[in-house]
């Protein structure tokens, strides 16, 4: 009796049968060598998966990996969903890469996990080279993340577009970057804690004092606050180098003072000009401390 078929291995019900119910060979007779009563050690062949679906996998990989490389090229760090995607991603794409070679698919899955892994570590170091991650992640910045959310990412929206015009020098960023700072530092300083306050008011009494001794017109119109960006940049020059250290020091203290004591709720009736109309205020209110200007 024939019980396998030896071309594709298919037990053969039929005790009498010529021909093989699955393939349709035709069967040795039972007094040939070539009878079997044992099914073959040959496995049949398991069907691989197509070429399209893997294509469109392969597809899914590359753009999951291809957009936190983008965003990160703008100073955006990937983030846990980022991660996430890549891992689950790599290991079903190398998963079914190796089975469909007749490879291990767990070998396959570890390859696309740890590829995945790879391109995660590659995007924080784009990012983390980038103009603008170093720039928003220069101090007084990550103190204004904490205060005020919302500014923060105006700021570095801002960053962005101006990194992708060649016309904007890092000076020209600096001036333009004033206007910005400057609502949200006074918000700050009304609400900051005593100590930091008055750490930054002597900051700015021997600021005050080298930008006299340099220029006395210079040192009335800051002062009054009547700042140009060229002035600005002008008194920077005049300062020694622990001055200017001081005061990005400061700024940071007061905005982290004023996050800590209590994080800033905008309301519907501020504006800007209020703002630079306090400063001026403030501003000339310094001027009786005997800075001579």
């Known amino acids: 009796m024939i019980a396998y078929c030896p071309k594709c ?29 044992a099914a073959p050690s040959a496995k049949p062949k398991r069907k691989r998966m197509s070429a399209i679906v893997l294509g469109v ?27 996430g995607a890549l ?34 570590v590659a995007a924080n170091v784009v990012a983390q ?15 204004i993340k904490e205060f005020d959310p ?31 700072l400057l609502p949200i530092f006074m918000r700050a300083l009304a609400s900051t804690t005593d100590e930091a306050l008055e750490r930054y008011t002597t900051t700015q009494v021997i600021r005050f004092e080298e930008v006299r001794r340099a ?12 700042i140009t960006p060229e002035m600005a940049a002008r008194t920077k020059t005049y300062l020694s180098k622990d001055t200017l250290k001081a005061m ?14 209590r994080p800033y709720s905008k309301t519907s009736d501020e504006t800007l000009q209020e703002w630079l109309d306090k400063l001026k205020k403030l501003s000339s209110s310094t001027n009786p401390l005997g800075l001579g200007c």
Request: net charge negative.
């Open 9 to 37: 291995a298919t037990k053969i019900l039929a005790v009498d049968a010529r021909f093989c119910n699955s393939c349709g060979a035709k069967l040795p007779p039972e007094d040939s060598g070539e009878s079997q009563t």
């Open 57 to 83: 996998l392969v597809v899914l990989f590359i753009g999951t990996a291809a957009a936190p490389i983008i965003f990160a090229s703008q100073g955006l760090l990937p983030n846990d969903r980022d991660a």
């Open 87 to 120: 891992a689950f991603w790599g290991g079903v794409v190398f998963y079914a890469l190796f089975r469909r070679y007749d490879k291990k698919g767990w070998q396959g899955a570890v390859l696309g996990v740890a590829i995945g892994f790879a391109v995660l």
């Open 129 to 143: 080279r980038s103009e603008v991650y170093t720039f928003v992640h220069t101090p007084p910045f990550p103190a």
């Open 150 to 180: 919302i500014a923060y990412e105006r700021i570095q929206s801002m960053v962005r577009a101006w990194d992708n015009d060649a016309a904007i020098t890092p000076e020209l960023k600096t001036a333009k970057m004033q206007p910005l």
């Open 215 to 226: 220029n006395a017109g210079d040192c009335a119109a800051l002062v009054m606050g009547e």
């Open 248 to 261: 990005t020091s400061d700024m940071t203290v007061v905005i982290e003072g004023a996050a800590l004591k």
